[in-house]
Nanobody, 123 residues
Framework: QVQLVESGGGLVQAGGSLRLSCAAS????????MGWFRQAPGKEREILAA????????RYVDSVKGRFTISRDNAKNTVYLQMNSLKPEDTAVYSC????????????????WGQGTQVTVSS
């Protein structure tokens, strides 16, 4: 079965950096658009970034543009989220997701989800 397993979360001070990883198995990874989402307590889940099958195209929500970078290594079946200049409002559970439809509809249509990893940014 398909598994997406996130890692790399933790506690970091404001202004710091973290790199999240999402290891995929049970699917043809290079055929899936990958996305990163987050959900803060009491808030709805929000899309942060997405990357195309080959990695040649990326999309970002405005709140993380210039601070977060999504990338992927198809040889390792892994997608990454490099997060810099972290703010307390970035505190949330971060999850990766996979979809087989094109990146043009990058904010929806995800078929598989990971369990998430907690990121806490202290002020």
């Amino acid at each position: 079965q398909v598994q997406l397993v996130e890692s790399g979360g933790g506690l970091v001070q404001a202004g710091g950096s973290l790199r999240l990883s999402c290891a995929a198995s049970g699917l043809t990874f290079s055929s899936y658009v990958m996305g990163w989402f987050r959900q803060a307590p009491g808030k709805e889940r929000e899309i942060l970034a997405a990357i195309s099958w080959s990695g040649s195209s990326t999309r970002y929500v405005d709140s993380v543009k210039g601070r977060f970078t999504i990338s992927r290594d198809n040889a390792k079946n892994t997608v990454y989220l490099q997060m810099n200049s972290l703010k307390p409002e970035d505190t949330a559970v971060y999850s990766c997701a996979a979809k087989s439809s094109p990146i043009s509809s990058w904010s929806s249509g995800y078929e598989y989800w990971g369990q998430g990893t907690q990121v806490t940014v202290s002020s």
